[in-house]
């Protein structure tokens, strides 16, 4: 040694302070070693036996697991049967109980890796971001794992088919299907990345939450201590709510800031549509409305023949009987099972008077044979998503009595009676938050006309296999006569119900009982409760011009007692899909003033 330091000239006096030393830390550096190497132990030996095991069982699960009990069958010379039932008992157990050992173990190792990672990269934030790796990688990698073995081979091999290259594969395929389990990886690895770091900041580090947890605990500060665990839990909390919210939506994809301050579920498939989540769309008739298209196909002898079978107050061989013309005997027994089958999911037919009069009905129908091409052809539903859209701008004027005026109203949603009916059903009406404002030139004032909050009506035809009750509902501020002659807001709510009937040449003609309560005004009681009826006709034609002409009639018997009278004609053009022209006249009689009024408005849908 003595020769090695002359040949390589070190100065003598260098190497004894640097013998001294290592002579005085050599102990103090051992026990730390030894320290390191102990709690590292058990997780080191954790580590390797669970990645063992792991690797040998994904090596029998995904290679040699299907052949393995039929070589120990051949080398035992047992039946291979009973070999196969006795190893894939044993596999699950076996395979369950070392994959939870190894999760354990790629869980647990970064905490007592802390120490042997100080030691090479000293105290900061790099022993830290590599147990943070490597308690959180794990967890992404095996869900990831799970996710892509999950995969449907099927559509693999259809895209390989049709010529899907690798790539191809993987990015339309693979990876969206893999997509939800690598998330459940992320919000899981983030948990334990979470307390690793913490548990790292505890074992070393100078700095940081988990060393607050111990320094806060060492001197009994129990409110800072749990001051720190309060940001933790909030922190683990946010961390994973948003990878939940990564996993709910596409990442980049905003549809929450293209929607208003209010939205309907026909706006939510719109912006779906639009933002190509949704290749194509296809609109099924339900069954009640393939029973109303069958039932138009047939004259009435015929209609209520298919539903005296279908109710079992006939019996099935009336489709083929001299009431039911033989060029429509397909059409009614269609007519009859579809009938049947809508009051069975209606939970109006029990099961086997269900099961004995459909097996009847197909018994005869399949006596017909299949339908001709031109018997008849159920018509698509109209498409909601087609009609005009759901917001509604309106700008008008008109003239009542001696004044004149212009008005502007909004509605946020959605569809009133007199708007065009492509792609809503006839005779509907769903309003919510409503407001119209009117300026009188006589007055020169603005004033607010109306807020209808909720104003519901369904006019539903009864026909031979529907007998629907309408309704109607209405709610919010309007302005109304008083004793003094003059118009004031007051609140109103009304409810009523009727029948309706669909009159050929005609139209729907309703017929409904009403009651309204009045609340404000400037009369004496300043309320009013009274009930009375209306009647009216709605009429569609040529899908562009829609007429309505009613008449109510309400007696307030409570309250301040009045009659009021109400005639109406409104007419509506659909100029396109998302413009009209709506015209009206409307006669009123109200504490025995008469009132008559005409409008005209401009309406854009948006």
Same mark, same amino acid.
């Given at each position: ?5 002359? &040949? ?18 050599? @102990?103090?550096?051992?026990?730390? /070693? ?26 029998? @699960? ?10 120990? =069958? ?10 196969? +039932? ?35 990269? $000293? ?7 590599? *147990? ?10 095996? &869900? ?12 693999? *091999? ?18 969206? %299907? ?10 899981? #690895? ?6 690793? *770091? ?15 947890? @111990? ?6 500060? %129990? ?28 990442? #980049? ?69 001299? +009431? ?9 027994? +269609?007519? =009859? ?17 269900? &099961? ?11 006596? %017909? ?67 119209? /404002? ?47 002659? %003059? ?18 040449? /005609? ?27 209306? =009647? ?12 309505? *002409? ?12 009045? &009659? ?7 007419? $509506? ?8 022209? @709506? ?24």
């Amino acid at each position: 040694m003595v020769e090695w330091i002359r &040949n390589h000239d070190l100065d003598p006096a260098w190497l004894e302070r640097a013998r001294s030393a290592f002579e005085g830390h050599s @102990t103090q550096l051992g026990q730390g /070693l030894l320290g390191a190497v102990t709690h590292t132990f058990y997780g080191a030996v954790s580590l390797i036996i669970g990645i063992f095991f792991s690797v040998f069982f994904l090596f029998f @699960t995904l290679r040699d697991g299907y052949r393995f009990p039929s070589w120990l =069958a051949r080398s035992t010379s047992l039946d291979e049967e009973t070999v196969v +039932d006795v190893v894939s008992l044993s596999r699950d157990s076996v395979r369950g109980y070392f994959r939870g050992t190894a999760i354990t173990a790629l869980i647990t190792a970064p905490i007592f890796m802390v120490p042997l990672l100080i030691l090479r990269f $000293g105290f900061g934030y790099t022993p830290r971001i590599i *147990a943070v790796a490597l308690a959180a990688g794990p967890m992404v990698m095996i &869900n990831a794992a799970t996710g892509f073995r999950r995969v449907d081979r099927g559509k693999i *091999a259809l895209a390989r088919s049709y010529g899907a290259s690798t790539l191809q594969i993987f990015w339309k395929i693979r990876a969206p %299907m893999a997509l939800p389990m690598i998330f459940v990886g992320l919000m899981v #690895g983030s948990i334990f990345g979470l307390l690793t *770091a913490v548990g790292a900041e505890m074992v070393g580090g100078g700095f940081g939450l988990g060393n607050r947890l @111990t320094s806060y605990s060492s001197m009994i500060q %129990m409110p800072q201590f749990f001051a720190v665990v309060l940001i933790l839990s909030i922190l683990g909390i946010l961390i994973y709510v948003l990878f939940f919210l990564l996993d709910a939506g596409r990442p #980049g994809l905003r549809l929450t800031d293209e929607c208003r301050p209010w939205v309907i579920p026909l706006d939510t498939v719109r912006l779906v549509q639009q933002n190509g989540l949704v290749v194509d769309t296809a609109w099924r008739p339900s069954r009640a409305s393939r029973v109303r298209s069958l039932a138009s196909l047939l004259p009435q002898q015929e209609r209520l023949a298919a539903r005296s079978v279908a109710l079992g107050e006939s019996r099935a061989q009336r489709l083929t009987g001299p +009431d039911v013309a033989q060029e429509h005997r397909t059409v009614t027994a +269609d007519l =009859a099972a579809e009938y049947l089958q809508y009051r069975y999911a209606k939970k109006e037919v029990p099961s086997d008077a269900f &099961n004995e009069r459909f097996l009847q009905i197909l018994g005869e129908r399949s006596r %017909m044979g299949g339908a001709g091409k031109g018997d008849y052809e159920i018509p698509a539903p109209p498409r909601p998503d087609q009609g005009h859209l759901s917001n509604r701008l309106s700008f008008g004027g008109g003239v009542r009595e001696n004044d004149s005026f212009i008005e502007m109203g909004i509605r946020p949603a959605y569809h009133g009676l007199m708007d065009d009916d492509s792609g809503y059903v006839e005779g509907s009406q769903i309003i919510f938050t409503g407001i119209g /404002l009117r300026y009188s030139f006589e007055t020169e004032r603005l004033m607010l006309q109306n807020v209808d909050l909720i104003d519901i009506v369904s006019i539903s035809p009864r026909g031979d296999f529907f007998q629907p009750v309408s309704w109607k509902v209405r709610t919010g501020l309007a302005r109304k006569p008083g004793e003094d002659g %003059m118009d004031h807001l007051v609140y109103d709510l009304t409810a009523g119900a009727g029948l309706a009937w669909d009159i050929p040449l /005609l139209g729907l003609f309703y017929v409904m009982g009403e009651v309204e309560g009045d609340l404000g005004g400037r009369s004496e009681e300043r309320w009013a409760l009274g009930s009375g009826g209306s =009647a009216g006709v709605l009429r569609s034609i040529d899908g562009t011009w829609k007429i309505h *002409a009613f008449a109510r009639d309400v007696y307030y018997a409570l309250g301040d007692r009045h &009659n009021a009278l109400e005639l109406s004609f409104q007419a $509506g053009f659909a100029c396109r899909a998302n413009g009209s022209l @709506t015209a009206g006249v409307t006669w009123k009689r109200s504490y025995g003033v008469r009132d008559t009024e005409g409008t005209l408005s401009w309406n854009l849908f948006f």
